[in-house]
Nanobody
Framework: QVQLVESGGGLVQPGGSLRLSCAAS????????MGWYRQAPEKRRELVAI???????NYADSVKGRFTIYRDNAKNTVILQMKSLKPEDTAVYYC??????????????WGQGTQVSVSS
């Protein structure tokens, strides 16, 4: 069984910074895309940032220039460094991975979510 475990959420003032970490564990053959989504109250889950195995990345327009995603393929980890946080960044952040858990078998895998609150 594959698990994604997040850490690093919390409460921060506008303009502050937070770092989210996610580690994949279990029966893992390889991980293709790995990244972060978020869901604010009464809104749909949206992509924040994704890092592909080849090192390429994509960001939501709303976070470009403020958030940076880092991925370590050897350790099956992904980090989201968030700076200049705004109240509209408040949401539950979910780690995501498209994971091969057996040769030829892939699953969309989600973490349990970590709350990020930006407020004065």
């Amino acid at each position: 069984q594959v698990q994604l475990v997040e850490s690093g959420g919390g409460l921060v003032q506008p303009g502050g910074s937070l770092r989210l970490s996610c580690a994949a564990s279990g029966s893992i053959v390889s991980i293709n895309n790995m990244g972060w989504y978020r869901q604010a109250p009464e809104k749909r889950r949206e992509l924040v940032a994704i890092a592909r195995r080849d090192g390429s990345t994509n960001y939501a327009d709303s976070v470009k220039g403020r958030f940076t995603i880092y991925r370590d393929n050897a350790k099956n980890t992904v980090i989201l460094q968030m700076k200049s946080l705004k109240p509209e960044d408040t949401a539950v952040y979910y780690c995501y991975g498209f994971i091969q858990w057996r040769q030829g078998y892939w699953n969309d895998t989600w973490g349990q979510g970590t709350q990020v609150s930006v407020s004065s």
